[in-house]
Every structure is written in C-alpha cells, then in structure tokens.
C-alpha cells in the first residue's frame, strides 16, 4: 500500500505542474520557467536522493550520448510541455502532451530498434489520435490553438526521447532515483543558457520564488522520489495505472482551479485519450516516468 500511494502521490504532483505555471508570472516565459524547474529540482533531487540512499550506487559505463539524449529529451519536454500549457490551456496541454508521448515512443521504438508494435498498442494509438483530433476540431470558451497542440505533441515527441534513453540506463543497472538525478543534472545544463536570453526578472518575485521552489521541489525532486521509491516494490504496468491519476488530476485542476471551459467535444476527446492510455498501459513495462 506505501508504495502505491507514493506512486499516486508523485502523479498528483506531476499534475500540479501545468496550473503551477499558469499561476506564475505573467512575465515568465516558458523557457525561463522550464530552467529554473530544472536547476532548483536537480539541486533538490540530489540531496534528497544522497539523504535517502543507504548505499553507494553501482558505477555503470554508459556511452556519454545515452544520457545526453534522455537530458536533452526532459529537457525539451519541460520547455515544450510550459508553451503548450501558456497556448492552449492546461486540461488540452497535458492531456494532448501525455497522449502523444506513448505513439511516438512506440514509433521510435520501431525505427531505432525494429521493435514491432502490438495489436493492443495500435488499437490504443488510434483511440488516442481520435481523441486528440477531437480536442484539435473543438471550439468553446477555452481557445484550442493549434500552436498550443503542436507545441504539446513537441513535448510528447521530447517525453518519448526521454523515456527511451532513460529506460537503457535503467535497465543497465544505473538506480533510478540517481539516474533521475543525473538526467534532470543534464537538462538543467542544457537550459540554462536560455536564461541569458529571456527576461528573468520573475525569478526574484514573490510570485516568481514560490513558483521556482513548487516546480523544483514538489514536481521534480519530491514527486520523482517518491515514483523512483515506490517503482521498486509495484509491478510497472500497476505503476504505469496509477500514474493515469495525472492527467485526470490536471484536467480537473485547470477546470477547478483557472477556470477553463473546454467545449463538450474537447471534453469527449479528452476522455477518450485518457482511457486510451489506460488501455494501453496494462500491456505496458516501461519503468520510466515523465
């Protein structure tokens, strides 16, 4: 049961993610939300991850361009997932992101590594293209850009680089709360440049410093302790169930909490995405989490 509801609670911090940003700032921009994430979440996540640790972790020779693909995906996850969320809303942003990661993953999966897709996943892929396709057609008062759509299928497309690269490192014997550690490590490097180039003036708000320590602490560092820590006793197709609470979460959030009024067609298309990743998911053995 612990590990199960430290799996579900990392889901609803995942979820906070999207209305967190648009809680913020409205001089933040997606970038610079995206880095700061990163930098506090690394510096957070390695502490926890070094108090937590009751042993030393096994040393695994890795080729160096494995953890830049998984650093550079989270990385352009993050950046993407903010944009979408800025454009099109949160419920529509999460859901169209999570939606595509697992068909592009299972797209590059066949390229990359000629791994054939099941019936099961196929079906589900094109349950969940309907849904999107819905959400894309919708109208209503909550605006569905389609900057906003492809700005979320570039995160799904950046989630799906990630997972694979993460999953080889897993599987290598790398543990996953210090795999996670290095990997955010990595994409907080790669996007902290960015804050040289857009306004940061935020970050040393009142607005801007909770929204930094919430993104860094609660979204990164605690919610992927607590998915890393209860991965290790949960099969992870149970794990990967569990975790649909994200999307269900961030839907409601941004329906609850910003106010957003998707029409009854978007709201169709939404459903119908999530219950094909329900689908999906009982056949799935990814141990990766977003």
Known sequence: MRSRLLVLFAAICFATTGTSRALGPDSATSLGVAAIRFIVGTIALFAITAIARKSRATTVSLPLYIWIIAGFGQAMYGATFFAAVHETGVAVGTVVALGSAPILTGVLSALLFRSLPTRKWMLATAAA??????????????????????????????????????????????????AMSRVFGIAAVILAPTLFFVNTDWVFTQGGISLGLWLGIVTVALAYWAYASGLAHLEPRETTMITLAEPVVATMLGALVLDERPATLAWIGIVVVIVALAYESLNNSSNVKH
């Open 129 to 178: 293209i309907a849904g999107m396709s819905l959400i894309v057609l919708s109208g209503g008062e909550t605006n569905v850009s389609v900057i906003g759509i492809l700005y979320a299928l570039g995160a799904g497309l950046g989630y799906a680089l990630f997972a694979l690269a993460s999953k080889r490192i897993v599987q290598s014997g790398v543990a996953s709360d210090v």
